[in-house]
């Protein structure tokens, strides 16, 4: 059973009204989504400003050159620089994971959360007890990864 992508069709074909697709989840299962992704936006939103934090206060400290308080090794910049790359991966990571969230939030209040965005059909629910912020099935998830770069 395998959807025909309306992408490929035809030029004389009607373009398809995209349908209202209605979320696989029950509003109880709904809720306790809800409720994880609303936590968990706010740890991240705080995490991210504390990394932030960190991270530009690390930089003024190397600006400064404050070389008695902080005396500064040949090895320590090369670890510092990379601890910060590190961190601020970090940051770029939990920003990206917070969309995710905010979509995912937007989702339920449209009533498609737990619907592939791709192809439209229910996501399997273990896949969204692992990701709750997850837009795609698995499918398409492998497909966007193995056509990555095309
Ligand atoms: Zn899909």
């Given at each position: 059973?395998k ?66 308080s ?12 990379f ?11 939990e ?8 979509e ?47």
């Open positions: 059973m959807k025909e992508n309306p992408k490929k069709a035809g030029n004389g074909e009607k373009k398809p009204e995209k349908p209202v697709v209605k979320s696989p989840l029950t509003k109880a299962e709904t809720e306790v989504f809800r409720k994880w992704l609303v936590d968990r936006r706010e740890a991240l939103s705080g995490n991210v400003q504390k990394m932030e934090d960190e991270a530009l206060r690390r930089s003024r400290q190397d600006a400064s050159g404050d070389l008695s902080m005396p500064i090794h040949m090895a320590d910049l090369g670890s510092d620089t601890d910060q790359d590190f961190t601020l991966g970090l940051i770029e990571n920003e990206e994971e917070l969309e995710a969230i905010e995912a939030l937007g989702r339920i209040e449209e009533g498609t959360f737990g619907v592939c965005e791709e192809c439209e059909k229910p996501i399997a629910k273990e896949r969204m007890k692992a990701i709750p912020h997850a837009a795609l099935c698995l499918d398409c998830k492998k497909k966007e990864e193995d056509g990555s770069g095309g």
